[in-house]
C-alpha cells in the first residue's frame, strides 16, 4: 500500500497545472503621478485561487489589505491570508521594512513579476501611496466593479518617493455647502492621486459650516444660508469627525480652517456681542470680500475664539489650526496686529500650530508657522524672512476656481483663466529660490465656491487641474517642454478612469489635440 500511495502522489505532481507565464506591454506612461523610477518587466503577475496575502506586519497594514481586498471582490480569488513570514512564490505581500530601506515615510518599492506582486514601505502611509499605483494598473473594470474571471498586473518595479510632504486640495464649503457624502467622494478622488492634505474652508461671510456646543446660534443662524441665497448647511461635530476619521483611513489629514478677524459675517450675524455696534447684520449672500471684522477692542471676541479653536482642535488630530488672516480689509493693521497675536496665543494653548494665509506674517510669524501663498510674493517673502515654512498656493496657476476660459460654464476670472497647461507649467521650486529648501513644504490647490453648487460643478472645476498640481507636488522631476508632453498622453489616458468613476471632468481642447 506504502508503494501505491508514494506512486499516486508522484502522479499527482507531476500533473499539477503551472501557472502560465503572461508576457506584458505596460505604458509606464500612464501612471500619475509620476514615479521616481520604473523599471518594466517582462512578465506580469497573473491571479488564480491559490494566490495568497503575506505581511509582516498585519496590524499596521490592515487597512491597505482591506482595501486591496475591496477592490478585487468581484474577482473569484480569495486571497487568504497566509501568516507565514517566509516569502513564497504566487504571493500579494504588503511588508514594512525599515527607513534604512526606504528613508521617506511616503516612499515605496513596488515589485510585479511573474512570481510576486511585493509592496513594501517603511510606513503605513507608504503602502497607500503603493497601492495608489497598483490601483492605476489595474483593469477599468475592477475600478467599475464589474465581475471578472482573471487578472493579470502588468510586470514592473517601482521605487519611489514624493517631492514634497505637503500635497493638499482646499474646499470652500462656507460659500456654498457640501454634504458629508460629498467630501468622502472628494477624499476618495484625490487619494488616487497620492494628496495627502484636504484643507476644510469652514466659515466666511456667507455661512458658518461647524457646529460649536458654547455658540449654537453659529450653525442655527450663520449656517442657514450660502451665496445667492442658496440652502445653507452645517457639520456637527460628529459629522466633523466622521469626516476626519474617513480622510484618516485614506493617510489624508484634514486642515480646518477658520477665517478671522475678517471673513466673519456669518458670526458676527449669528452673535450681536461680537459686533463694536451689538447690532447684528443680517446674513449676507453676495460674493463681495474685505467688509467685516471681528470686534478687537472686546473681551468676548477673545472668550468666543478660544471656545471655538478649543472645540475645533479637539476633534482635529492634524498638527494645524488654519487662521485665514486674508482680506481683513475693514480692520486696521494695528487691531489686526493686536487680534492675531492673541489668537496665535490661543491656538497654542490647545496644542496646535498656527497655519493662515500670506498675510498673517505682519502679526510675526517663525519656523513653527505656516503661511499659504496666494498672491503676494513679497508679503510672503516677509514671513520666510522671519522663518516660516510656505506652502505654495499662486492664484494664476493654482485656484481651481478661475475659469479655463472666458467660456468657460462656471468659475470666476480675478486671477486670470487658467487653462490646463497654465495648471501644469509652473515650477514651485522656482518662487522663492532664496527661501530654505526645508521652509517650502508643498502645494495646495484651493477651490472656492462662490459659483461651485453640486458635485458636478466642483469636480468640473477640479479635474484635471488638481491631478496635474498631484504630480507637481509628488514628482521630482524637472516641469519643461518635454514632461509636459510626456504629462498630456498620461492625462488623456486617464480620462477613461475619470469616465469609469464618474468624474465630471473638463475635456481641455489642449489635450484632446495630442491625439488628433
Known amino acids: 500500500m506504502r508503494i501505491i500511495f508514494i506512486l499516486l502522489t508522484l502522479v499527482l505532481v507531476s500533473c499539477k497545472k503551472e501557472k502560465p507565464l503572461v508576457i506584458t506591454n505596460l505604458n509606464s506612461t500612464f501612471l500619475i503621478p509620476k514615479p521616481e523610477s520604473v523599471q518594466e518587466q517582462t512578465y506580469g503577475f497573473l491571479f488564480d485561487e491559490e494566490t495568497t496575502l503575506q505581511t509582516n506586519s498585519e496590524g499596521k497594514a ?14 473569484p480569488f480569495p486571497l487568504n491570508l ?4 517566509k516569502t513564497k512564490d504566487n504571493t500579494v505581500s504588503f511588508n514594512l521594512v525599515s527607513n534604512d530601506s526606504i528613508s521617506s515615510p511616503e516612499g515605496y518599492v513596488l515589485d510585479v513579476n511573474e512570481m510576486h506582486l511585493s509592496l513594501a514601505a517603511s510606513e503605513p502611509q507608504g503602502l497607500y501611496r503603493g497601492l495608489q499605483t497598483i490601483k492605476q494598473l489595474l483593469p477599468n473594470a475592477i475600478i467599475a466593479g464589474n465581475k471578472l474571471d482573471s487578472l493579470t498586473v502588468p510586470g514592473i518595479k517601482i521605487i519611489d518617493a514624493p517631492r514634497y510632504e505637503y500635497r493638499g486640495m482646499m474646499l470652500d464649503v462656507a460659500r456654498h455647502f457640501f454634504t458629508v457624502a460629498q467630501v468622502k467622494r472628494l477624499i476618495d478622488q484625490i487619494a488616487f492621486y497620492k ?14 459650516r461647524i457646529e460649536i456646543k458654547s455658540w449654537p446660534k453659529l450653525t442655527e443662524i450663520g449656517g442657514s444660508s450660502a451665496v445667492g441665497g442658496d440652502i445653507g448647511g452645517f457639520y456637527t461635530q460628529e459629522d466633523y469627525k466622521e ?13 480646518p480652517e477658520i477665517d478671522m478677524p475678517g471673513h466673519t459675517n456669518a458670526a458676527l450675524a449669528s452673535y450681536a456681542e461680537l459686533n463694536c455696534t451689538n447690532i447684528a447684520p443680517e446674513m449676507y449672500t453676495k460674493m463681495r470680500v474685505g467688509f467685516s471684522s471681528l470686534c478687537v477692542e472686546k473681551e468676548i471676541t477673545y472668550t468666543f475664539v478660544d471656545d471655538v479653536i478649543r472645540e475645533v482642535a479637539a476633534m482635529t488630530p492634524g498638527k494645524y489650526i488654519h487662521l485665514g488672516g486674508d482680506e481683513s480689509h475693514s480692520t486696521t493693521l494695528k487691531d489686526y496686529k493686536i487680534f492675531l497675536k492673541r489668537a496665535f496665543g490661543i491656538v497654542a494653548k490647545y496644542d496646535k500650530k498656527v497655519m493662515g494665509w500670506e498675510d498673517i506674517q ?20 516677509q514671513g520666510i524672512v522671519q522663518g516660516a515654512k510656505v506652502v505654495l498656493s499662486p492664484a494664476k ?3 481651481l476656481d478661475m475659469k479655463y476660459s472666458k467660456e468657460s460654464k462656471i468659475g470666476i476670472t480675478w486671477a486670470g483663466t487658467i487653462e490646463v497647461d497654465s495648471a501644469y507649467l509652473w515650477n514651485p521650486s522656482t518662487i522663492f529660490p532664496k527661501a530654505h529648501e526645508s521652509q517650502i513644504l508643498g502645494i495646495e490647490s484651493p477651490l472656492w465656491s462662490e459659483t461651485v453648487v453640486t458635485t458636478s460643478d466642483l469636480e468640473y472645476l477640479a479635474f484635471p487641474r488638481v491631478i496635474g498640481h498631484a504630480e507637481l507636488g509628488w514628482s521630482k522631476s524637472n516641469v519643461n517642454t518635454a514632461s509636459w508632453l510626456d504629462y498630456k498622453k498620461r492625462l488623456q489616458n486617464h480620462y477613461s478612469r475619470m469616465d469609469v468613476l464618474g468624474i465630471n471632468y473638463y475635456r481641455s481642447p489642449i489635450i484632446d489635440s495630442v491625439f488628433k
Open 195 to 208: 494628496i495627502n492634505t484636504l484643507h476644510l474652508h469652514l466659515t466666511d461671510d456667507q455661512g458658518w
Open 62 to 75: 490592515k487597512e491597505v489589505i482591506s482595501q486591496f481586498k475591496k477592490l478585487l471582490k468581484t474577482t
Open 82 to 85: 497566509d501568516k507565514n513570514s
Open 362 to 381: 505682519s502679526a510675526g510669524v517663525d519656523s513653527t508657522y505656516i503661511l499659504q501663498h496666494w498672491t503676494s510674493e513679497k508679503i510672503t517673502r
Open 397 to 399: 496657476h493654482a485656484y
Open 243 to 255: 469626516i476626519v476619521s474617513y480622510a484618516k483611513s485614506r493617510f489624508i489629514t484634514v486642515i
